[in-house]
């Protein structure tokens, strides 16, 4: 069955340090995998998202993610945290055979403190 | 750019109330999804529009929830005999696409449902 996991409940980084996210997808064909973000109260915002292509994605704020069939990994990565990005941070795979259908991790919190 | 607007934000209800919510997509969406997310949990598939076809219903929790999108623009989503457990953040979300679904799909902010 297709999956999604988010290893960590919470990610603490210092403001201006290098923050990772890590996810990890199971599926049996090629994935489609988006990362969102989620502040209090509020739906989820589009960051970025891996089809096909380049291993490194580019997304909104900074942000990157690096896919990684061999370890079916998709890790969120900033270079240097800013305060404002302590949020909730899901990532997500369509399922297959879907038209579009999300398959969401449970979400990492990241508190980035000043 | 106008996003997905839902209503109600908050919506508080006795158990075994009737409730309604509202999902206006972006405008030039055709595809239209809804979501349930509980506390501490990312959001859940409930069943998926394309145009005014419901094209995806098997996930819809039980027989007392139901969706519409009439007219392929907006989509009401009821929950009937409201339960305990329906307590949740009902996410509405569009995108624009035909094929397999790789376009990202833009959220609203949700609905809040407490059952008392």
């Known amino acids: 069955a297709q999956s999604v996991a988010q290893p960590e409940d919470q990610v603490n980084v210092a403001e201006g340090n290098p923050l990772t996210v890590k996810c990890t997808y199971s599926v049996s064909g090629n994935p489609y995998l988006f990362w969102y973000v989620q502040y209090p109260n509020r739906g989820l915002q589009f960051l970025l998202k891996y089809i096909t292509g380049d291993n490194l994605v580019k997304g909104s704020y900074g942000f990157e993610a690096e896919f990684n069939k061999s370890q079916t990994s998709f890790h969120l990565k900033k270079p240097s945290a800013l305060v404002s990005d302590s949020a909730l941070y899901f990532c997500?795979?369509?399922?297959?055979?879907?038209?579009?259908?999300?398959?969401f991790g449970k979400g990492t919190k990241l508190s980035v403190k000043p | 750019d106008t996003g997905v607007s839902q209503d109600p934000r908050h919506k508080i209800t006795k158990r075994g109330q009737n409730v309604t919510f509202r999902c206006d997509p972006i405008s030039e969406h055709n595809r239209l999804y809804w979501y349930r997310q509980t506390l501490g949990q990312g959001p859940e598939f409930l069943t998926y529009f394309q145009n005014e076809a419901q094209l995806e219903k098997s996930r819809l929790l039980s027989d007392r929830f139901s969706a519409e999108r009439p007219k392929g623009s907006f989509s009401t989503l009821e929950i009937q005999r409201t339960e305990q457990g329906d307590s949740a953040m009902y996410l509405c979300?569009?995108?624009f696409g035909t094929g397999q679904g790789n376009q990202p799909q833009h959220f609203g902010d949700g609905t809040r449902l407490s059952i008392l």
């Open positions: 997500a795979v369509r399922e297959e055979g879907s038209q579009g259908n999300l398959i």
């Open positions: 979300a569009s995108s």
